[in-house]
C-alpha cells in the first residue's frame, strides 16, 4: 500500500524528478509501477515511460515524459477533459440514474455515441481530452475517458493494456477497462461496441467477466496479476 501511495503521490503532483525506493523482486516493483500508472486517465503509453534502475547502489522505480510533452502541456489537457467530464456527469447521470450499474450504462452509451474511434498517431487521440473534447480517440483514449468518468462517480475503475487480433492480420496493442460493480470485478470495452459504421452502440463487451473478454483479448501479462489489487487501491488516485 505505501509503494502504491507512494507512486500515486508522484503523478498527482506531476513530480516525475523522484523515485521510489524499494526492497526485493523488480519485476513485482514494476508490474506494481503499471498498475498504478494505469488508474490515472491523463496519462498513456505515448506521454509517460515508467521503469526501474539502480540509483547510488540502491533500487528504485521512476516515471519520465517522454519527448515533446511537459507537466504543463499534461496539465492542460487534464483540466480540459476534466470540464467537459463534469458537465458530463450533469448531462447523462440525471435522477433516474441511480445504481453504478444504471451509471456505467448511461457512461458506457454515452461515449459511444459521441466518440467516432480513430487510428491517427496523433498523440492527443490517446487521451481522455482527445475522446471527451475532440470527439476522437484510439483505444486508450475511449479508456481513460471512461476511467475519468467512472471515477467521478466513485466507482472504482482503472485500464487494462494488452493486445487483440488485428483486422490485417497479427497482432495489435489494445486498451479496455475494468471496474468493480455491485461486488463483481467486471471488464468494459467501450472502444468495441461503438459500432461507428452502423450508427449503433454494442454491449458485446459490456460488463462480462475474465473468462470472456480473454477470449479474444489477450491481457498484459506484466501486470495482469495486480489488476485487482490497483483496483482495490484506485481511491488513493482521485
Not at 3 to 24: M, P, V
Not at 90 to 96: G, Q
Not at 100 to 126: E, G, P, Q, R, W
Request: proline share 0%; net charge neutral; aromatic share 16%.
Amino acid at each position: 500500500k505505501e509503494f502504491y501511495k507512494a507512486a500515486i503521490s508522484i503523478l498527482k503532483n506531476r513530480d516525475f524528478d523522484r523515485y521510489i525506493y524499494y526492497e526485493g523482486n523488480e519485476d513485482k516493483a514494476y508490474s506494481l509501477m503499471g498498475a498504478v500508472y494505469r488508474q490515472f486517465p491523463e496519462y498513456n503509453t505515448a506521454m509517460l515511460s515508467y521503469g526501474t534502475k539502480t540509483v547510488e547502489g540502491t533500487k528504485a522505480t521512476f516515471f519520465s515524459l517522454r519527448s515533446g510533452y511537459s507537466k504543463s502541456k499534461l496539465k492542460t489537457y487534464y483540466s480540459g477533459a476534466q470540464t467537459k467530464a463534469k458537465s458530463i456527469i450533469k448531462s447523462v447521470i440525471t435522477d433516474s440514474v441511480t445504481t453504478d450499474a444504471d451509471k456505467i450504462k448511461a457512461i458506457h452509451d454515452y461515449l459511444a455515441n459521441s466518440c467516432t474511434y480513430s487510428s491517427s498517431t496523433d498523440k492527443i487521440n490517446y487521451t481522455a481530452y482527445g475522446c471527451l473534447v475532440n470527439g476522437k480517440a484510439t483505444c486508450q483514449g475511449y479508456a481513460a475517458a471512461f476511467n475519468m468518468l467512472l471515477h467521478m462517480c466513485d466507482i472504482k475503475c482503472i485500464t487494462v493494456t494488452g493486445t487483440v487480433s488485428a483486422s490485417s492480420g497479427g497482432l495489435q496493442n489494445h486498451a479496455w477497462n475494468y471496474a468493480y460493480v455491485d461486488g463483481s470485478y467486471l471488464y468494459y470495452d467501450v472502444t468495441w461496441d461503438d459500432d461507428d459504421t452502423n450508427s449503433k452502440v454494442l454491449t458485446t463487451y459490456y460488463g462480462i467477466d475474465y473468462a470472456t473478454m480473454a477470449k479474444d483479448h489477450t491481457f498484459d501479462s506484466a501486470y495482469d496479476k495486480y489488476l485487482e489489487k490497483g483496483l482495490s487501491y484506485s481511491s488513493y488516485a482521485f
